[in-house]
């Protein structure tokens, strides 16, 4: 079994900064691609950046230019730092990553944290 762990939120005003974690443990072959998706109160859940294997990156627009997503493939951990956060940027962060796992077959699944709750205000 595979776990996502995230950490790093929490409460900030407008023009803080956050660094987000998220680890994976468990019975992990391979990293594919990792991302961070995140879902704000009474919207659907959308994607806020991703990361390749080989390091490419992709980014919402929303925050292009603000957000840098990044990866330590040797402790399977994405990170996601998020300076000049606004209130628009409150939601819960999810982190999620595509892992092959071991089986006969080389088995690949998505996985999904639990979330981390940003919220950032007054």
């Known amino acids: 079994q595979v776990q996502l762990v995230e950490s790093g939120g929490g409460a900030v005003q407008p023009g803080g900064s956050l660094r987000l974690s998220c680890a994976a443990s468990g019975s992990i072959i391979s990293m594919n691609n990792m991302g961070w998706y995140r879902q704000a109160p009474g919207e659907e859940r959308e994607m806020v950046a991703d990361?390749?294997?080989?390091?490419?990156?992709n980014y919402a627009d929303s925050v292009k230019g603000r957000f840098t997503i990044s990866r330590d493939n040797a402790k399977n951990t994405v990170y996601l730092q998020m300076p000049s956060l606004q209130p628009e940027d409150t939601a819960v962060y999810y982190c999620?990553?595509?892992?092959?796992?071991?089986?006969?077959?080389?088995?690949?699944?998505?996985?999904w944290g639990q979330g981390t709750q940003v919220t950032v205000s007054s």
């Open positions: 990361i390749t294997s080989g390091g490419s990156t």
């Open positions: 999620t990553a595509d892992v092959t796992v071991p089986s006969v077959f080389g088995r690949r699944r998505v996985y």
